[in-house]
T-cell receptor, first 112, second 109 residues
Framework: SQTIHQWPATLVQPVGSPLSLECTVE??????LYWYRQAAGRGLQLLFY??????ISSEVPQNLSASRPQDRQFILSSKKLLLSDSGFYLC???????????FGPGTRLTVT | RKEVEQDPGPFNVPEGATVAFNCTYS??????FFWYRQDCRKEPKLLMS???SGNEDGRFTAQLNRASQYISLLIRDSKLSDSATYLC??????????FGKGTMLLVSP
């Protein structure tokens, strides 16, 4: 069966510091991968999605970037965090052209 | 107009009650429709897909009205464990989903 991992689970970082969040999927090949952010009191916002290694589509321009160095690995990064980057970051996967997405446990980021 | 709109609630119901949530979406080209459930401080989990013919999974029934761009979720015989936020989700574009902000349900003893 497929599983999705995210780490770290929680993170407190000062403004201006870098960020690296990692997501890995097991039990499937060629997944579509997604990064979402859920800010307090707001809905899920799609940040990036990837349909293959090295292929990244950005939905929202901001100081975040994403990379997919391996088929089942998706990384979210920032060079300098802003206060507004605080939120719950969720990685998700889907297969083929299906719309059903399955989420990892998330990383709760607080920028201070 | 918001892309996916839901009543935020909370809906407070006693155990055993029937409760219904509604959702409207703005993109008439939307192709797939879902309800996800999100517990407090947890990730969303797929509850069920929604089809034009309507579909049922145990105590849960989902309906889609494409003409009115309206989706509903009915929960019968509510359990304490049904307390959560229910997210209405619409798929359009290449495998991308748009999420509503969710409707909070609180089931009390």
């Amino acid at each position: 069966s497929q599983t999705i991992h995210q780490w770290p689970a929680t993170l407190v970082q000062p403004v201006g510091s870098p960020l690296s969040l990692e997501c890995t999927v097991e039990g499937t090949s060629n997944p579509n991968l997604y990064w979402y952010r859920q800010a307090a009191g707001r809905g899920l916002q799609l940040l990036f999605y990837s349909v293959g290694i090295g292929q990244i589509s950005s939905e929202v321009p901001q100081n975040l970037s994403a990379s997919r160095p391996q088929d089942r690995q998706f990384i979210l990064s920032s060079k300098k965090l802003l206060l507004s980057d605080s939120g719950f970051y969720l990685c998700a996967w889907s297969v083929g052209s299906t719309y059903e997405q399955y989420f990892g446990p998330g990383t709760r980021l607080t920028v201070t | 107009r918001k892309e996916v709109e839901q009543d935020p609630g909370p809906f407070n119901v006693p155990e055993g009650a029937t409760v219904a949530f509604n959702c409207t979406y703005s993109n008439s080209a939307s192709q797939s429709f879902f309800w996800y459930r999100q517990d407090c401080r947890k990730e969303p989990k797929l509850l069920m897909s929604v089809y034009s013919s309507g579909n049922e999974d145990g105590r849960f029934t989902a309906q889609l009205n494409r003409a009115s761009q309206y989706i509903s979720l009915l929960i019968r015989d509510s359990k304490l464990s049904d307390s959560a936020t229910y997210l209405c989700v619409v798929g359009s574009g290449y495998s991308t989903l748009t999420f509503g902000k969710g409707t909070m349900l609180l089931v009390s003893p």
